[in-house]
């Protein structure tokens, strides 16, 4: 099964929809070389959305918000994961790793105890558009060796439902098919959603997993039993939701057609210890980090 053969399935039942807790609506920001970012996931809601560190929509027509990308530079502790809908950016790695993702595609980087890494366009016009997404690693996690993966378009597996949604499953299992990329720890599930006109999508998710709906086409309204007041439950491109976590799914409609990424995973309930592009369960552990970045020895650990 691959994105050429999607399967048609029935939409699965959501009988008491979570309720949105917080509306959020994302913050201009420069990062990299200068690459302009619309950042919707900060350090605020870390431990309210543990295991996710943070979110990052990049998204411009014009090269001069992107082209410097984003130079060689560490992480520790933490994996990425980056959604490129639109344009090309080529990655280097200290482990040796290099790929180029393309539309449609995504790249999977475990930091673990060390990596240096480079992410730079592969265009100097046209529009360059994604999200990247820092998911947090276990403490018994943080120190295991690198690694690295790309996924073309093709890769990733996706499905429709009877109910008009268009579905890719980057990360986890929704109606039953699985993606290619498992976490037992977090048990991370990561859905592209494109509803129709008039479409609907309802998504079982477990009690006490955190969750959250970032939109990122036209309109998309959570479903009935959702709003915290009249008028709140439409979110728009760059906005997120955070869901309560009473209920047992998550249900998003559509009037116009619209479409936003569904993330959601267990809690690791462990401290979060972060500075910069490190992200540890301690402050030593932290300046053992930017020792070991200092010393040239981040990147090189075996």
């Known amino acids: 099964m691959n994105a050429r053969t999607p399967l048609l399935l ?10 949105v807790e917080q509306v959020v609506t994302g913050r201009a920001v420069t990062d990299g070389d200068g690459v302009r970012i619309n950042r919707v996931l900060t350090q605020t809601h870390q431990r309210r959305l543990d295991p996710f560190l943070m979110l990052d929509i990049f998204g411009s027509d014009s090269a001069a918000d992107y082209i410097g990308g984003f130079p060689s530079h560490p992480h520790r502790g933490f994996e990425t994961v980056t959604f490129m809908l639109d344009g090309r950016m080529r990655h280097h790695d200290s482990a040796g790793n290099e790929g180029l993702l393309e539309p449609g595609g995504v790249q999977w980087m475990t930091a673990g105890r060390g990596v240096i890494h480079s992410e730079m366009p592969e265009q100097e016009e046209g529009r360059m558009e994604g999200f990247q997404l820092w998911l947090n690693l276990p403490a018994k996690e943080k120190m295991c060796a690198p690694w690295y ?4 378009a ?3 597996v996706r499905f429709e439902t009877d109910t008009g949604a268009k579905v890719q499953v980057i990360a986890g299992t929704s109606h039953g098919v699985a993606s290619v990329v498992q976490r037992e720890a977090t048990q991370v599930l990561y859905l592209d959603i494109e ?3 008039g479409a ?5 998710l477990p009690a006490g997993h955190n969750a959250f709906v970032c939109a990122y086409r036209r309109e998309v309204r959570l479903g009935e039993g959702a709003q ?3 008028g709140e439950t439409a979110i728009g491109h760059g906005q997120m939701v955070i869901l309560a976590n009473e209920g047992d799914g998550v249900v998003l409609e559509s009037t116009t057609g619209g479409r936003a990424i569904l993330v959601a995973g267990r809690p690791l309930g462990e401290p979060i210890v972060q ?3 490190f992200v540890m369960n301690s402050q030593a552990e932290i300046h053992q980090a930017m020792a070991d970045f200092r010393t040239g020895r981040l990147g090189t650990m075996t």
């Open 149 to 152: 993966r790309d996924f073309t």
């Open 195 to 197: 509803l129709a006109p």
């Open 10 to 19: 029935t939409s699965e039942s959501v009988i008491a929809p979570r309720r």
């Open 200 to 204: 609907r999508f309802s998504q079982p």
């Open 275 to 277: 500075y910069g592009p």
């Open 228 to 230: 915290v007041g009249a």
């Open 154 to 156: 093709a890769d990733l």
